[in-house]
């Protein structure tokens, strides 16, 4: 099992940045081999949309275009987080965004990743 809680959300001007955190627990004596984290969003009214993901094992990313040139997802071993560096943001980034995992291979939506956080509000006033 795999115990999500993000942080770092919070309300932010146009243009400017956030970083946000996922802080990942596992069960005793298991490591994160195979785990898949990704970040996705979800804005009043919307459905749930994937944002950027990371192979925990190879710290392989990939993030959707509409956030590629502003967004970058990395992760700390050390710490077991993972992370969502935002910049240039926009009013249209406003949304609950939640980190997810799964453990092997799967597409990029909701439904294949078993594991979430509560999420973290983030609000860009324009």
């Known amino acids: 099992q795999v115990q999500l809680v993000e942080s770092g959300g919070g309300l932010v001007q146009a243009g400017g940045s956030l970083r946000l955190s996922c802080a990942a627990s596992?069960?005793?004596?298991?490591?994160?081999?195979?785990?898949?984290m990704a970040w996705f969003r979800q804005a009043p009214g919307k459905e749930r949309e994937f944002v950027a993901v990371?192979?925990?094992?190879?710290?392989?990313?990939y993030h959707v275009d509409s956030v590629k040139d502003r967004f970058t997802i990395s992760r700390d071993n050390a710490k077991n987080t993972v992370y969502l560096q935002m910049n240039s943001l926009k009013p249209e980034d406003t949304a609950v965004y939640y980190c997810?995992?799964?453990?092997?291979?799967?597409?990029?939506?909701?439904?294949?990743?078993?594991?979430w956080g509560p999420g973290t509000q983030v609000t860009v006033s324009s």
């Open positions: 997810a995992a799964r453990y092997g291979n799967g597409p990029y939506v909701q439904d294949s990743f078993d594991y």
């Open positions: 596992k069960r005793p004596g298991r490591t994160f081999t195979d785990c898949v």
């Open positions: 990371i192979n925990w094992n190879d710290g392989s990313t």
